[in-house]
T-cell receptor
Framework: AQSVTQLGSHVSVSEGALVLLRCNYSSSVPPYLFWYVQYPNQGLQLLLK??????LVKGINGFEAEFKKSETSFHLTKPSAHMSDAAEYFC??????????FGAGTRLTVKP | ETGVTQSPTHLIKTRGQQVTLRCSSQ?????VSWYQQALGQGPQFIFQ???????GRGNFPPRFSGLQFPNYSSELNVNALELDDSALYLC???????????FGSGTRLTVV
């Protein structure tokens, strides 16, 4: 069975600071990995995905993530936080059948 | 624009009642999954439909059932509602051969 663990339910950064949201996965087959963002009272929006091509994946809004098989990690980063980045972020893993499982989420707060 | 439309957006039901939630996916999206997201938690996989047949199920009881129709719409039915069924229900769909989902904005179900 596949699963992801997001380290840190709440991360707080200052505007302009580095954003780092951590995700570790467990999968018995080559995983497909995703980061989604959720704003209050909305659905999930795809930020980026890893599907076995380049290990460094660039997404929307300046976010990127690096797949590290040796560490079973897929951490999300952004060099400079913006106030509009404040939201809930979910890491997810799926198999080739699109059986997708989510982590518990990390709430990002951006301080002015 | 998500391309996945869910209705209704909000719903209040009484314990013991039955509810039907609806989802309309983009043309060609023949895989649809439903997720339950309780307040402050990550989405939990309910089931997946592929070409109108159930193709996988999470840890949910049989009173959670679904249907997928040829016009790329789908339904989630929940019988004998319980207070713990109060949550945001998310529909997600994908094109054949793609990985990752497009999510709708969800239906907020409150059971009283």
């Amino acid at each position: 069975a596949q699963s992801v663990t997001q380290l840190g339910s709440h991360v707080s950064v200052s505007e302009g600071a580095l954003v780092l949201l951590r995700c570790n996965y467990s999968s018995s087959v080559p995983p497909y990995l995703f980061w989604y963002v959720q704003y209050p009272n909305q659905g999930l929006q795809l930020l980026l995905k890893y599907t076995s091509a380049a290990t460094l994946v660039k997404g929307i809004n300046g976010f990127e993530a690096e797949f590290k098989k040796s560490e079973t990690s897929f951490h999300l980063t952004k060099p400079s936080a913006h106030m509009s980045d404040a939201a809930e972020y979910f890491c997810a893993v799926s198999d080739k059948n699109n059986d997708m499982r989510f982590g518990a989420g990390t709430r990002l707060t951006v301080k002015p | 624009e998500t391309g996945v439309t869910q209705s209704p957006t909000h719903l209040i039901k009484t314990r013991g009642q039955q509810v039907t939630l609806r989802c309309s996916s983009q043309s060609g999206h023949n895989t649809v999954s439903w997720y339950q997201q309780a307040l402050g938690q990550g989405p939990q996989f309910i089931f997946q439909y592929y070409r109108e047949e159930e193709n996988g199920r999470g840890n949910f009881p049989p009173r959670f059932s679904g249907l997928q129709f040829p016009n790329y719409s789908s339904e989630l039915n929940v019988n004998a509602l319980e207070l713990d069924d109060s949550a945001l229900y998310l529909c997600a769909s994908s094109l054949p051969g793609t990985y990752g989902y497009t999510f709708g904005s969800g239906t907020r179900l409150t059971v009283v």
